[in-house]
């Protein structure tokens, strides 16, 4: 969750882009990561075609943007918050669609 932290801070926060194989490099040291094995596997057609897939089945389910947050609740989704929201907003939305669900 930390790495995560570092990649998340390091988009939003230092508007860098994520495309972009060096932008991993000062987190992968950060965190004692090889950077070599790191390279490989980033630049691997496995991850590119699972990432490729992961936006594809966000896409569908109407995900046009990042951050999003989504319920899935007996097999129905819906949407929480797109974008920058605060903890009680998220709250009040999870317990309205509660109430419609």
Known sequence: MEFFDAVHEKFYVDNEDPNEL???????????????????RFES????AAT??????NRSWGV?????????????LYPVAHGYAIF???K?????IKLRA
């Open 92 to 96: 009040r939305q999870l317990e309205s």
């Open 22 to 40: 060096v932008f991993y490099k000062s987190i992968c040291a950060t965190f004692n990561v090889d950077f070599t094995d790191f390279t490989a």
């Open 52 to 57: 490729r897939e992961e936006f594809m089945l």
């Open 45 to 48: 057609d496995e991850v590119k």
């Open 88 to 90: 009680e907003q998220i």
């Open 64 to 76: 046009r943007g990042y951050p999003s947050i989504l319920a899935k609740i007996d097999n129905v």
